[in-house]
């Protein structure tokens, strides 16, 4: 394997023209701001957003765009949200909820595919779980297989997706169950009879979000002989922590919650055991790493036989 050490990544995503699912999440938003911030000269990023709430999908980007987080932007460089183009779809309908004219215009124009939606309820019905997640990264896949100019795919998963393992490596690991079965199962059966055998689908996974997750990365092996792929996994994601500007965040799950509810004074103890890690990675430094997969398997010999898997969390070895 060799890298081009004068293919930088702004001079890689220079002519690129990218789709971005989840465009609308945490992730999502930082993503669109980073790259293009720091890498100006891409084509244009296409981003799948669904109608929600009465508002249209350019309704909702021009919410997005007024946030702080890209105010720099809007400052400096104002035009350059010109380049980013909504697209109508939802990942919770079969093959994303896309258009055929905007099915065909992505297959002819996408070179690189960051597919990062998914569904993140840990209570989720199993049914909605793996429609959202497994089956919608099967239609990515599908999508990607028909592009006719792609370079890379990167799937964000999660470091928790393989929880059986005390300590998990940068390496794929067998599915839960057969994720084409579950689909079946998902798109024929109604939620509660579905929800009547979620325990034991589960099996040691311990909520639907943690299955689908798994499932939905056997799925990106299964195609990864098709096109150039990785899989990113980050552990909690937390406010930024330097770009564009520290401390950014957008919701409150989580850590986020805790941390402002001991601010408030709302939250005066919490219970916890000092000898377990908070694997906890800033947004910022999760939009780096899936920038330099997606451009590492972009400028490389692409090995059909090892997927690139990419943890992003506080420790190599993830002691759970």
């Known amino acids: 394997m060799t890298i081009d050490p004068a293919k930088s990544i702004p001079a890689f995503y220079a002519g690129q023209s990218i789709l971005l699912t989840g465009a609308t999440g945490f992730l999502g938003k930082v993503f669109i701001e980073k790259v293009l911030r720091s890498c100006p000269d891409v084509r244009e990023i296409f981003l799948l957003i669904r109608p929600k709430k009465g508002f249209t999908i350019k309704e909702r980007l021009k919410e997005i765009l007024n946030l702080a987080l890209y105010e720099r ?37 996408v070179t690189i595919i960051i597919h990062g939606a998914a569904s993140v309820r840990f209570n989720d019905s199993l049914k909605h779980a793996i429609l959202s997640n497994t089956r919608a990264t099967r239609d990515i896949c599908i999508l990607a297989q028909c592009m006719k ?43 509660h009879t579905l929800n009547i055998f979620t325990a034991k689908c589960l099996d040691y996974a311990p909520n639907t979000y943690i299955f689908s997750k798994n499932l939905a990365e056997s799925v990106v092996q299964d195609y990864s002989f098709s096109f150039p792929c990785a899989i990113v996994r980050p552990s909690l994601v937390t406010p930024s922590i330097e770009e564009p500007m520290p401390g950014w965040v957008d919701n409150l799950y989580g850590p986020i919650g805790l941390t402002i509810g001991a601010v408030k004074g709302i939250i005066r103890v919490i219970y916890g055991n000092k000898d377990v890690i908070e694997d906890a990675v800033p947004v910022d430094i999760v939009i780096k790493a899936i920038l330099v997969v997606s451009w590492k398997i972009g400028v490389t010999t692409y090995d059909h036989q090892l997927i690139c898997v990419i943890h992003v969390c506080v420790c190599n070895n993830i002691n759970l």
Do not use: C
């Not at 809007?74 to 905007?102: C, H, M, T, W, Y």
């Not at 799937?155 to 057969?178: G, L, R």
């Open 73 to 109: 932007l809007r400052e400096e460089q104002i035009s350059i949200f010109e380049k980013l183009i909504p697209i109508s779809g939802n990942v919770s309908e079969k093959e994303l909820g896309l258009s055929d004219a905007d099915r065909q215009m992505l297959i002819e124009r």
């Open 149 to 191: 100019n792609l370079k890379a795919l990167v799937y964000v998963s999660t470091a928790f997706a393989h929880v059986n393992n005390a300590f998990i490596e940068e390496k794929m690991y067998p599915p839960i169950a057969d994720w084409r079965k579950m689909i079946e199962i998902a798109e024929s059966l109604d939620e």
